[in-house]
């Protein structure tokens, strides 16, 4: 067998229907699309998404699931382990000192301490907020958490 040989199973291809080429062609003049009428005409037509004049799908649901409050503060989380690992003992831990070690992108952000890990160092920690089972481990190991938190 050779390429040359192959050919489409016999009934699987159909030739495309050559509308409005004359009235020898069965589909000429009108070019199946019957009289007068919308859809008789150029561009005519629903249009996707038409549903009988019933208010679309579409324009029936709601833009955004849920409630979307504008006042929200999303923390940035940082763990005190991570911080255990870039700080020395003694050091003070705010959003410039995070921003320079690279734990954050911009001190700007508002950074919440969470209490993944342990702390082994004494840190003084100035952020935005901090959980209770981070405070109570700074703490235990001899630093202290001072306000904004």
């Keep these: 067998m050779e390429i040359k040989d192959l050919h489409p199973a016999p009934g699987s291809t159909h030739a495309r229907k050559r509308l409005g080429r004359g009235a020898g062609s069965g589909t000429g003049k009108t070019a199946g699309r ?10 005519g037509g629903k249009g996707a998404g038409f549903e009988g004049g019933q208010t679309p799908l ?35 831990v705010d959003c ?12 700007d952000e508002a950074v919440k301490v969470l209490g993944n890990g ?14 209770a089972s981070a405070k109570a ?3 235990a190991a001899g630093g202290k958490v ?4």
């Design 58 to 92: 579409a324009r029936r649901l709601p833009k955004l699931p849920g409630f979307r409050n504008p006042n929200r503060v999303e923390y940035t989380p940082v763990n005190v382990d991570r911080l255990d690992a870039c700080f020395e003992a003694g050091e003070t």
């Design 96 to 107: 410039d000192s995070l921003k320079a070690k690279g734990i954050i992108k911009h001190t």
């Design 137 to 139: 481990k700074v703490e």
């Design 146 to 149: 001072e306000e904004p938190c």
């Design 118 to 131: 342990e702390i082994t160092k004494a840190l003084t920690i100035k952020v935005d907020k901090i959980s």
């Design 34 to 43: 019957g009289l007068n009428g919308q859809k008789s005409r150029p561009g």
